[in-house]
């Protein structure tokens, strides 16, 4: 198999000769030949340039061997396109007016995905035609929780206790800033596809600082709308750190595949979400900071976990960090290959059968 | 005296449900904000009168069911010679942040009345006042070694989980070094005077119950007994995001889960079913409309369902712009709503 079929066997929970494997933000990073490019171009000029951006997004499945390739794009950029002036640092986002008001949501302006955000789509296109079937494209885009917490808050934040008290305090503007994101996240998802992006992935990175119920009340009719846009034409991913309180939530509000990060035991999450979908994790970004053995035995350990199941998608819990060691990577990316094989090869003949 | 907090703790029945607030004392208060105008936050804590003062004003304003001790986390840091610096909005900061076993030698050994003498002649002048129970609290192991570490406030805790997985044997010695400075800090609070203690794992949460078992459960562990060996004063037991680790988190020790508002209090009940549990309410549901909070905090109510051992809390401190009266209000709220008809 290559690379973009294994990818998308799995997020369709189809057998597959190995596990797939790729990185949250394996774009970028520490890889030499984004560094070289960041010498002379900004985050967002490479962000901005289709010929770069796809440089950058295919430059990882060269260096890494993943199975999947991640556009190197902001999960910010729709947001930008709405009319926010937006700072992109190395902490984050940073926008100088957060949205206060009902005000400030009625001034967010209309987005039209092909004409503000072509450069993402082209990038994709690209990519596509760089790539072939060695990797699949998987277009990002944030969750609705995620984004419309950047934007009251103005940057990262570990709660969200602005966006959070925000919808206490007016659940009216709330959901309208819901409604415009969701609005416009649909049709960025859309577009990406028609570009040729062959799985989607929803960040909603933050959602688990809410509660099981705030999330059904708040944020999951939104969420559902992203996800439906694309989910007949290709896999979805739902992704949100820190999930555990919400996860069947998360779940019911849909994606094909359902990302956790390292805090939860993948097969326990398994369980809960149930067998017909699709996982995703969910190795701990820190063992990467922690040496080639550690990080081995976390990746044994999610192996472990997920059982030679049809469906399993391997990554990180969470990005990477910025810092990461390429070698480390490409090794991990190895074993995981290498090792579900022979896991595979190991099964008993008849679940071999069920389970590809 | 006013003891339905302790004996909520215990499991008691209690006249109605007690109630207090993380960072009761504090921003939200603009007796305090007043104070903070000519004081910083060190010398708050430093001087006994004004610590003791600060302490008070939200037992006065709000009627609230306990006091706790007006300190910060890392309050003790500097009695084992590490510099810390509390940034307005950033929160503490740490210059040479610890990141090899030479630092971790390095450290001193903690001397309670050389480093928070203040403190605990703050204890002394508040047991002379309250009449309503003292908390005395530190930061659990894990959460100060997240500021040593990365010295910063650091979701995630990368950098601290990769030295806790790459070099265990520095991470251990880290663990081992503040967990004696805790286990010194609240047995001192304890003989000036604090009638219950609880312990901030605030980022314990960054967590899987695997790496918290491996890592964290046995530092705890030895923590909680060196406690109950020389203190005999109920301890809470509190963290944020910790809906993964709730049963390593009780196995450690506490007789009071403390929970934020991410989990269903009810269901974390079931999972640590012989302890009191704290919580939870959203601090952000505070920020708007009365009503919004009151239905939140009436769900918090039917979650604990009247068992015996409920002490209500926020599921993490008040915020800065909170309003005083809906503090005040949600105490009577509580009080109200759970007051015990008399048998007859």
């Known amino acids: ?34 560094l070289r490019l960041r010498e002379r171009h900004s985050l967002m000029e490479i962000a901005k340039t289709p010929a770069l951006c796809a440089e950058v997004t295919c430059g990882a499945v060269e260096a890494l061997g993943v199975d999947g390739a991640v556009l190197f794009a902001d999960v910010m950029l729709p947001i930008e396109a709405m009319g926010v002036a937006l700072e992109l640092s190395a902490e984050g986002p940073l926008i100088a007016e957060p949205i206060r008001n009902h005000e400030d949501v009625a001034r967010l302006r209309e987005v039209d995905v092909a004409a503000d955000l072509g450069f993402v789509l082209q990038a994709i296109s690209l990519s596509r035609r760089e790539l072939g079937d060695r990797a699949a494209v998987i277009g990002i885009c944030g969750g609705p929780f995620t984004l419309a917490a950047y934007l009251i808050e103005g940057g990262p934040s570990r709660d969200q206790l602005l966006a959070r008290a925000f919808m206490h305090r007016d659940p009216e503007t709330w959901h309208a800033l819901m409604t415009r994101i969701a609005d416009v996240s649909a049709d960025y998802v859309a577009a990406q596809v028609a570009a040729g992006a062959q799985v989607i992935q929803v960040f909603d990175s933050w959602a688990g600082s809410l509660s099981a119920r705030d999330y059904q009340a708040f944020v ?83 192996l472990a976990e997920a059982e030679c199941r049809p469906g399993h998608v391997f990554n990180l819990g969470h990005a990477a960090p910025r810092d990461a060691d390429p070698a480390l990577l490409r090794d991990l990316v190895s074993l995981i ?17 069920a389970r590809g | 005296m006013n003891d339905r907090f302790l004996r909520a703790c215990r499991r008691e029945p209690v006249d109605a449900t007690p109630v207090w607030f993380m960072r009761q004392a504090g921003r939200a208060l603009p007796e305090y904000r007043r104070i903070r105008e000519r004081a910083t936050l060190h010398e708050i804590i430093r001087d006994p009168a004004l610590c003791a003062e600060v302490t008070l004003q939200p037992v006065t304003r709000l009627g609230v069911d306990a006091a706790i001790l007006f300190a910060d986390i890392t309050t003790p840091l500097g009695g084992i010679g590490v510099d810390v610096e509390i940034a307005d909005g950033i929160g503490p900061l740490i210059a040479e942040p610890i990141r090899t076993r030479a630092q971790v030698d390095a450290l001193r050994s903690f001397d309670a ?35 040593l570490v990365e010295g910063r406030s650091a979701p995630g805790a990368l950098r601290l989980k990769g030295l806790m997985s790459g070099d265990p044997g520095t991470f251990d010695a880290l663990m081992e070094r503040l967990v004696d400075m805790t286990v010194g800090y609240l047995r001192a609070q304890v003989a000036a005077g604090v009638q219950a203690v609880q312990l901030f794992d605030s980022w314990a949460g960054a967590l899987s119950p695997f790496d918290y078992q491996r890592s964290v459960e046995p530092h705890m562990r030895r923590l909680f007994s060196a406690l109950a060996a020389t203190i005999d004063v109920p301890t ?71 068992r015996p051992g409920h002490v209500f809390n926020l599921g993490h401190g008040v915020l800065p712009e909170t309003d005083p009266d809906s503090l005040k209000r949600l105490v009577d709220l509580v009080h109200e709503a759970t007051v015990a008809v008399p048998v007859s």
Do not use: K
Not at chain 1, 256 to 269: C, H, N
Not at chain 1, 344 to 349: D, S, V
């Open chain 1, 337 to 353: 290959h290498d090792e579900s094989a022979a896991a595979r090869n190991a099964l008993p003949t008849q679940l071999a059968a």
């Open chain 2, 113 to 147: 009345a050389e480093t928070v003498g203040g403190l605990l002649d703050a204890i002394r002048l508040l047991r002379g006042e309250l009449e309503v129970p003292l908390i005395g609290f530190a930061g659990a192991p894990f959460t100060l070694a997240s500021y």
């Open chain 1, 1 to 34: 198999m290559n690379g973009a079929e294994r990818l998308l066997a799995a997020c369709r929970r189809e057998a597959v000769d190995v596990t797939p494997a790729w990185f949250m933000r394996q774009a970028g990073g520490s890889l030499p030949g984004y």
């Open chain 1, 220 to 302: 999951a009719l939104h969420a559902a709308r992203v996800l439906a846009a694309v989910a007949e034409s290709v896999p979805v991913i739902h992704f949100a750190a820190g999930s555990s309180a919400i996860l069947e939530s998360l779940a019911a509000a849909g994606g094909s595949v359902i990302g956790v990060d390292s805090r939860q035991p993948l097969g326990e999450a398994w369980r809960r979400i149930g067998y017909e979908r699709a996982i995703q994790g969910n190795l701990d970004p820190a063992r990467l900071l922690a040496g080639w053995e550690s990080t081995a035995e976390g990746a044994r350990d999610v």
């Open chain 2, 236 to 306: 809470i037991h509190f963290g944020t995001a910790t809906g993964g680790l709730l049963e390593p988190m009780a196995r450690a020790g506490g007789d009071v889960i403390g929970v934020d508002w991410r989990i269903a209090l009810g269901e974390a009940w079931e999972r640590v079913p012989d302890r009191a549990i704290q919580g939870n309410l959203d601090p952000a549901a505070l920020l708007g409309p009365w009503q919004a909070a009151a239905d939140q905090a009436g769900w918090v109510l039917s979650q604990a369902a009247g």
